[in-house]
């Protein structure tokens, strides 16, 4: 009972959630590239909820700056929920939002700048954001 090659379809790939809001992600930017902005809001917001309900952040400020590019609203990015920073953590990261280089930190809180850069990045991911600007303003959204 041969099938020829003709006549065989190939698998249908099984797409996890992520894989299917990637692929929704390149949806709504080729949209928004082929200037049909409306219909990229669609895809981008459904896979930047994804992205932030999974802890994506890459992923979910790609979608942010497609949805943002495709004219729609977009909010700041919020950290997961039940993350929390330890204490170290928490004084690098109002220092550096209050404007101190990576070497004053280290000076104020008598640390070396390696640790300064260490605890720095762990903010930076678990908070979901990239900059000290964006971290200046996750510190003002999380602690009013």
Known sequence: ??????????????????????????????RRRTRRLRDAREPLTA???????????????RARREL???????????????????????????????????AE???LLFLSVKTVEFHLSSVYRKLGVRSRGGLAKALVASHG
């Open 68 to 102: 943002a590019a495709a004219g729609a609203r977009v909010p700041a990015p919020q950290p997961a929920p039940g993350v929390e920073l330890s204490p170290q953590e928490t004084r690098v990261a109002l220092a550096v939002a209050d404007g101190c280089t990576n």
């Open 47 to 61: 896979a930047l909820e994804v992205f932030e309900a999974v802890g994506a952040p890459p992923w979910a400020e």
């Open 1 to 30: 009972w041969a099938v020829s090659g003709a006549q065989r379809s190939p698998p249908r790939p099984v797409l996890g959630r992520r894989q299917h809001r990637r692929a929704c992600t390149a949806q709504g930017e080729h």
């Open 105 to 107: 930190v280290a000076d």
